[in-house]
Structures are given as structure tokens and as C-alpha cells.
């Protein structure tokens, strides 16, 4: 087959220009909505992960069940009362926490850990974990509160910037 192109009429990579920049615009606002569901940048505020993370660190944080959530990630996880309870508030009105897993469902139950939380068999039960601080001299994690459940994750810290 011969195709002959009359002089002065558009090429069909010329007519597919409009259809091809509406298909890139539409690919590129779908990857960022689906990073921006995926994705959270959290501020660092207090010393307890220090050295890793300081007072002001900025951490990308990707939206992780606690279900996935393995020993030696860190996490962000809604920050309980002082009692270890959770109240109902309002989505807005959480406060996280960031910490280390030290043990996910299956793990042997770390030392330090409450006595209420020792089992039967010595390992974390399914649907929680334990945390702690990197920074040892802040207790504000599973040696205060004993397990956490996966359902108060947010998520696991992907990389950090100051």
C-alpha cells in the first residue's frame, strides 16, 4: 500500500499531539493521587529516636498496615493516654507517635516489657506489637504502655531529610 501525503496537510504524529499531552497529564495527576494516599510527611518532634532522628527531622512515611510491620522498621502509631487506653477522638485530634518495633505477632516478648504483657508461650500475640525509643532514656513506648495494637499504625518510615 502507497500513502501518498499531500504538501501542507498534518501528520498523524501532529493530529495525535492534543490526545498524547491529555493522556500524560491524566498519568501523572493519577501517580500523585496514589502517592499522596500512600504517602505522609511527618515532623520529628522531641529526642526520643535520637541519634537516627532529631527534633525537626522530617520522615516520608508510607500508609502501612500494622499487619506488615517488621521488627527494626520504624513506625508512626497513634500515641495512647497515660494509661495505656485509646479514647475516641477526632481524626484530627490524634496524636502520634514515632518509635522502632522491637517485636511484631510471633516474636518472643523483649525484655522490659510489662509483666501483664508476658504469655504463655513467650512471643507477641497476633494483632500487636512492641516499641521503643532508640533513645533509651525516653519511656514512652511498650515499656510504659505494654502492646500496641496494629490497627493505631500509620504507617513505616521510608526515608528521612532534616
Known amino acids: 500500500m502507497l500513502i501518498v501525503r499531500r504538501p501542507g496537510s498534518p501528520s ?3 493530529r495525535a499531539g492534543p490526545f498524547v499531552a ?7 495527576s493519577a ?3 496514589t502517592a499522596r494516599r500512600r504517602l505522609v510527611v511527618v515532623t520529628v518532634r522531641g529526642a ?3 541519634p537516627t532522628l532529631r ?8 500508609r502501612t498496615p500494622g499487619a506488615r510491620v517488621r521488627r ?5 502509631l497513634e500515641h495512647p ?16 507517635m514515632i518509635k522502632r518495633c522491637t517485636a511484631a505477632a510471633g516474636d518472643p516478648v523483649p525484655a ?8 504463655v508461650d513467650g512471643r507477641v500475640p497476633s494483632g500487636v506489637l512492641t516499641v521503643l525509643s532508640d533513645n533509651l532514656s525516653h519511656p514512652n513506648d511498650s515499656r510504659k504502655f505494654g502492646f500496641l495494637p496494629h490497627d493505631r499504625v500509620l504507617g513505616v518510615v521510608v526515608g528521612s531529610g532534616s
Open 48 to 50: 526520643s529516636m535520637a
Open 72 to 76: 527494626g522498621q520504624i513506625v508512626v
Open 31 to 33: 501517580a500523585l493521587w
Open 81 to 96: 493516654d497515660a494509661d495505656g487506653k485509646y479514647r475516641i477522638q477526632a481524626r484530627d485530634r490524634r496524636i502520634w
Open 12 to 14: 498523524v504524529a501532529s
Open 22 to 28: 491529555i493522556g500524560l497529564v491524566g498519568a501523572i
Open 112 to 119: 522490659g516489657i510489662p509483666e501483664r504483657c508476658r504469655t
Open 55 to 62: 527534633d525537626g527531622d522530617r520522615v516520608m512515611v508510607r
